[in-house]
């Protein structure tokens, strides 16, 4: 696994808060993402990237194979492509897609790579979306050892053995999952049965959606060249248990009990995620759980409760 938060995030604070008699929960709740890739400049061991996997390419396991019942497709349901590549020998998986792709429906998460987002400059964030993400796409394909290119198939394969020194990926079979996928878009619109296809159209039918998703993008089409395959590794994010809680934010023990001057807000008790949330959190939401806690916890305090 790839390491997606920091090294500081340690759990010793959950330590901390058991010897004073806090009961700690849920911690194997942890959220991971299926599409992790190597940072080139690495600031700690391990260092992760999170890309926001694509929706068009097509994502097959480290053989080369294609993921079937049901196709991945990115931003669906974050634990199942997790539980899903990790059904897998080699816990790894691959996107496979062309540069057109990627210049469309290529991103990133994290504050480092959407200046426009965290400047909060709305009209370069329109602008990038609307104009697509060429440049971030090339400094991957310079600088991410997660990247590879090629003109054929057989070259990316040759290329994606190379890269993870095994011979496991088959390029014929590759090829070929590739062609069934594009011969079905080919078929155009009212005979394509793929999954993956059906769910293309149902995401575009949301503006947002469709201003960064391809409209039935062959993968190997030869205006669209190079083919781009991305190698991706599962990374650590967040975790959705902890510290245990009231409703005010009060610490419990083990009896269920709170425990007096005692408060834990945010992610260390579960509301980055989880918690408020559901199991299943929604994507993007988790912030707003952890600073809401820290406004309950910040009420309950003023209030007198819990406090001797
Ligand atoms: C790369 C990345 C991208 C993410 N993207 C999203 C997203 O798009 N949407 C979303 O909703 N969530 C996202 N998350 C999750 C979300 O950011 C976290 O769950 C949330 O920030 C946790 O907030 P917090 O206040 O609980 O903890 P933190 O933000 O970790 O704050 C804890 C603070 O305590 C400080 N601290 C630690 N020890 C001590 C000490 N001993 N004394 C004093 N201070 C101390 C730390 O320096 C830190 O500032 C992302 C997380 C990561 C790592």
Wanted: aromatic residues 6%; charged residues 25%.
């Amino acid at each position: 696994m790839l390491n997606g938060s920091i090294p500081e995030a340690d759990g010793k604070l959950l330590d901390r808060a058991e010897e004073l008699g806090a009961n700690i929960t849920h911690l194997e709740k942890m959220w991971n993402y299926a599409a992790g890739v190597r940072h080139w400049e690495p600031l700690f061991p391990n260092h992760g990237l999170s890309l926001v996997p694509a929706k068009s390419p097509l994502w097959v396991n480290y053989q080369g194979r294609r993921f079937v019942d049901p196709p991945l497709v990115g931003a669906y349901d974050t634990l199942m492509l997790v539980d899903r590549i990790c059904q897998e020998k080699k816990k790894y998986s691959w996107q496979v897609m062309n540069r057109k792709i990627a210049n469309k429906e290529f991103a990133v998460s994290g504050a480092e790579f959407n200046p426009a987002v965290r400047d909060k400059k709305m009209l370069a964030f329109i602008l990038r979306l609307l104009k697509g993400n060429g440049e971030q796409v090339q400094e991957f394909i310079d600088h991410c050892p997660d990247f590879v290119t090629a003109g054929t198939v057989t070259e990316l394969a040759a290329k994606m053995n190379a890269l993870t020194g095994t011979n496991d990926v088959d390029a014929r079979r590759l090829e070929r999952d590739i062609a069934d996928y594009d011969d079905n878009i080919e078929r155009g619109t009212k005979l394509q049965n793929d999954d993956q296809l059906r769910r293309i159209a149902h995401v575009r039918q949301y503006l947002g959606d469709r201003l960064r998703t391809c409209n039935m993008a062959r993968i190997v089409d030869p205006d669209a060249m190079p083919l781009i395959a991305i190698r991706m590794q599962i990374l650590t994010r967040k975790s959705l248990g902890g510290i245990q809680v009231d409703l005010d934010a009060k610490v419990l023990d083990q009896q269920g009990n709170p425990i007096p001057n005692l408060f834990a807000v945010g992610e260390a008790c579960g509301f980055g995620g989880g918690g408020m949330h559901g199991k299943r959190a929604l994507e993007g939401t988790f912030l707003g759980g952890c600073v809401y806690s820290g406004r309950v916890a910040a009420r309950a305090i003023n209030s007198g409760q819990g406090v001797r």
